[in-house]
């Protein structure tokens, strides 16, 4: 009995490989499959190499798998230098051969051989052999031409799939009705059943078949970018400013679709200086909003970020990773830009940062990013990477069956600056030394407040906003400021759940530790450890700054030694565990990962038996011993 | 009703209004022409009704980013060349605001050049004051975008090889709609051109001389001058982008040949401000969205948004 699909579809950019595989993803959901999409592509709008994997199964599917089992290359229809010797290769065959060395023992290929010539793929017949893969060629192309248009190749390739898989064709044709209509509509039908019914006919050789599961309420499919941009909205943000970047492009996308809908404001503005300087100017002006950009483009926006903390102007900022220095390589995620994001910008950062590890922490931590920015009035960072970002998975509907927020936070109505005993002396004082409120917040008017008027400067300033240079009124002010991160590290640990997530067994001898999106692939590695008789149990963090002190130190202090997995060459996450708790050095192993793909399960798990048994962690990967190892 | 009770008040406003209770004493030098900026400010404010509680004025980094401290009223004092980006989100917020930005030559036509030009091109309905004194003064001397070629100072030691730049074409020809030059030793055009500045709904661009006595010229280095409105020498349509073009040209030209030509150069009454704009492609709403966070609106919530993810 099949357990589990790991589908991959490849192309090139350009033909629709993005659009299908979501369709074919959300079909699998309807049919009562849990699902979860990982997506390969490169920077270039044309061509090249570029592939979606959808997982699917019965049971929670919660990231990539190793490998996968059934291909479709529908050929690179924007291929160019099909020489040999060329710089990028023979393209044309690239959807086929790129993909043949991650496909499992007994894998099932389809490939569109009105594109690609199998003679330009070396060694496949015996690569074929070796590896027990049932190939099934059929020129996917002609069909779609003769019944439609060439695109509509992948409709026909999803036919070949749904055949050979034995997997009920309703589900896509259901999904076509909801998407298309007219002669598209019926063309694309006719393509389905037409290849359908071909494949019927072909005799198979693989076991692989559809696997079958059901869900107990609806479900929903979305990305990560998705989620943080209705955990925006469900805060009541309606103003974003950005400019594009790949990968943050996305939740800036998303945003400008929904804010006109719902009497938001969406800006595209010149630089992501300005982009954040907007930002931060709506929410002066008592509105919630938010920018965002990945590496390059936050770089810009370290001064408006140092400008939100010194002027204490709320504001949600998202980052989304992709691997750098520079501009690195745009459409392939990394998590090496923790320490940017943590420290950027002059003087001692006051500034909360999460990073959501999955599509539901993603809408759950934005939300919480909106409240504390708010209501502590600093910024607040969701920090997330290009894997996160596009990751489909599918959560429960009613996961999102939630009250809207829109307050403002720590602010005043023009009664209670009447009111306000400080403003006895004629001057509302917007930077109170010691305000009521001992979380080291004060309240602030918002502009055409009637006597609530204020300076907001870069400039450190007295309690009434006047720029001083004085001692004690500097000590007085930057302690405040810093008090409020200790506040906001009280206030989360009090939650009755926590942002960092646990599993496996509270005795475990070994621990996994992980940051952001890797969440998943570490906690399937766990269970695959502990079914193999190790001992071990993962911690995966959101909360990079304030740092969760004494939930580190408690599973640290419950396991003998633990390796910290992620995405960078300089072992960021672990350095920021060392500096917030001073010690635990010689327990902390590390395994990296920087070729611009995420972690696979075993990755994780040969990572570990190195520490466990010594063995050698996979090629792909960088372990570092503990000190003194 | 509004949570915005200062906006609108239409009231008698004294001009002593919009100096600070506790006024700090300026850090500008005797003699600055910033003073002139501040007081002509304050005139056209009282001028224009307007209370010190329904006005933002954004400022930038330098002596002229200092206006905020002495000008009493909402004040945002910003980073280095980034008013303009603080002070338009501000006014997207809540149009209502009256929304003023100022800052120096470096400020504005250097490390913010590109802010001006876009801001500009959109054509937000603001006043943007630029204190143009033809030199970086609170860092004490050095060659500004707006010095003049061949200006020494320590960081250009052999005399600046740069043109200097030209603000009012540059404004102009990115899209302000009213654009003007005055000067510190003319205070009551300052006055007049500053409340036309603030009336205008538009991107308004007003180029302020400010001489300043520390690091290049005295006042009396910009006397005498010209008000180009007023003097027959100089006959040209203001609403004519063409003739206004030049007109510019010659201006930018002559203050470095010691001919100081001050007045209105541009005025577009027809163009679009960018509220407008916006609005009218449906992407903002008819009420400040400011206001919303206080009314009893029923908020959007994502769970009504998800048919497209089933």
């Known amino acids: ?629 | 009703m509004s949570a915005f009770n200062a906006i609108g008040e239409n009231r008698e406003v004294e001009r002593e209004e919009f100096t600070p209770g506790i006024e700090p004493q300026a850090t500008w030098c005797p003699g600055c022409g910033d003073f002139a900026v501040l007081k002509s400010l304050k005139g056209a404010m009282s001028d224009l009704g307007k209370s010190p509680d329904e006005i933002l004025l954004a400022t930038g980094i330098g002596c002229s980013g200092k206006l905020s401290s002495y000008f009493e009223s909402y004040g945002f004092h910003t980073i280095h060349g980034r008013s303009l980006p603080i002070a338009r989100a501000a006014k997207l917020a809540n149009p209502d605001l009256e929304v003023i930005a100022a800052g120096g030559d470096g400020d504005g036509y250097g490390i913010g050049g590109n802010h001006f030009m876009h801001t500009a091109r959109e054509n937000h309905d603001m006043t943007y004051i630029v204190f143009n004194n033809e030199i970086f003064g609170l860092t004490k001397g050095q060659t500004s975008p707006t010095s003049p070629k061949g200006h020494k100072s320590k960081t250009q030691p052999h005399g600046s090889a740069k043109d200097p730049i030209r603000p009012l074409s540059l404004a102009l020809t990115s899209g302000a709609s009213y654009v003007a030059r005055t000067a510190a030793v003319n205070p009551n055009q300052a006055q007049e051109i500053l409340t036309e500045a603030i009336e205008h709904d538009g991107f308004a661009h007003v180029d302020f001389l400010t001489q300043c006595p520390t690091w290049n010229k005295d006042a009396k280095q910009y006397v005498p001058y010209v008000d180009v409105q007023q003097n027959d020498d100089y006959d040209f349509d203001i609403t004519d982008r063409k003739e206004a073009a030049e007109m510019m040209y010659e201006t930018e030209s002559a203050l470095y040949e010691g001919k100081v030509l001050t007045g209105r150069f541009y005025h577009d009454e027809n163009r679009h401000s960018y509220g407008s704009e916006k609005r009218s492609v449906g992407e903002m709403p008819d009420e400040p969205l400011a206001e919303r966070y206080h009314d009893d609106y029923e908020w959007e919530r994502s769970y009504d948004l998800l048919d497209a993810h089933k």
């Open chain 1, 1 to 629: 009995m099949t357990q589990e699909l790991v589908w991959r579809i490849a192309g090139g950019s350009g033909d629709g490989i993005d659009s299908t595989s979501q369709n074919f993803a959300k079909a699998l959901m309807r049919s009562g499959l849990d699902v979860f999409t990982h997506r390969h592509y490169p920077s270039r709008i044309r061509g090249g190499h570029t592939y979606v994997e959808i997982r699917a199964g019965p049971d929670s599917v919660r990231s990539r798998g190793d490998g996968y089992n059934f291909l479709l290359a529908l050929g690179d229809s924007f291929a160019r230098n099909p020489q040999e010797d060329a710089y990028y290769g023979n393209e044309e065959v690239k959807p086929l051969a790129e993909n043949l060395d991650e496909l499992r023992e007994g894998g099932v290929i389809v490939y569109d051989e009105g594109l690609v010539d199998i003679d330009d793929v070396p060694d496949f017949e015996q690569r074929v052999e070796e590896n027990g893969w049932h190939v099934y060629p059929m020129d996917l192309r002609a069909i779609a031409r003769e019944h439609g248009r060439e695109v509509m190749r992948n409709t026909a390739g999803v036919g070949a799939t749904a055949a050979l898989l034995e997997y009920d064709m309703e589900h896509i044709q259901g999904l076509m009705e909801d998407r298309m209509s007219g002669e598209v509509l019926q063309a694309n039908l006719d393509i389905l059943q037409m290849v359908y019914d071909e494949v019927e006919e072909m005799e198979f050789s693989h076991d692989l078949r559809m696997p079958e599961g059901s869900h107990d309420e609806e479900q929903v499919l979305l990305s990560g970018s998705n989620a943080i941009a209705y955990g925006a909205i469900d805060e009541g943000c309606r103003f974003i400013a950005g400019y594009p970047m790949t990968p943050w492009t996305e939740v800036f996308t998303l945003m400008t679709q929904h804010l006109p809908e719902i009497g938001g404001i969406s800006e595209q503005v010149e630089d992501e200086i300005a982009a954040a300087a907007l930002a931060l100017g709506a929410s002066h002006a008592g509105v919630k909003a938010m920018s965002g950009s990945s590496g390059g483009g936050f770089a810009l926006m370290s001064e408006p970020l140092g400008l939100a903390e010194m002027t204490e102007t709320p504001v949600v900022l998202v980052e989304a990773m992709r691997a750098g220095p520079s501009t690195g390589m745009p459409t392939k995620p990394e998590q090496a830009d923790l320490e940017h994001v943590l420290y950027t910008s002059q003087g001692d950062s006051s500034r909360v940062v999460f990073a959501p590890g999955n599509v539901a922490e993603a809408y759950d931590q934005t939300r919480a990013a909106f409240r504390i920015a708010y209501d502590y009035q600093l910024p607040a960072i969701v920090l997330y990477d290009q894997k996160l970002s596009g990751e489909l998975r599918n959560v429960d509907e009613s996961f999102f069956d939630r009250e809207p927020n829109p307050d403002l936070g720590s602010t005043l109505s023009e009664e209670e600056i009447a009111e306000a005993a400080h403003h006895a002396s004629g001057k509302f004082q917007r930077f109170q030394h010691d305000p009521d409120n001992d979380k080291g917040v004060s309240p602030r008017s918002i502009p055409g407040q009637k006597d609530g008027r204020f300076l907001a400067t870069g400039n450190e300033h007295t309690p009434e906003g006047h720029i001083s240079e004085d001692p004690e009124n500097r000590v007085a002010q930057l302690s405040r400021r810093r008090r409020k991160l200790e506040s906001i590290r009280e206030e989360l640990d009090a939650e009755e759940s926590s942002h960092q997530t646990y599993h496996g067994p509270d005795d475990a001898d070994y621990g996994i530790i992980t940051f952001g999106s890797q969440q998943g692939t570490v906690l399937e590695a766990v269970d695959r450890l502990n079914d193999a008789g190790h001992d071990v149990r993962a911690l995966g963090v959101s909360d990079m700054m304030p740092f969760p002190d004494a939930e580190m130190i408690e599973f640290l202090e419950s396991v003998e030694e633990a390796m910290v997995v992620e995405m960078n060459g300089s072992a960021q996450f672990r350095g920021l565990i060392q500096k917030e708790l001073g010690r635990f050095g010689p327990k902390l192993n590390s395994l990296l990962k920087y070729n611009g793909d995420p972690f696979e399960p075993h990755e994780v798990v040969e990572g570990s038996e190195a520490i466990i048994e010594g063995d050698e962690p996979a090629p792909t990967t960088e372990f570092v011993p503990a000190a003194g190892d």
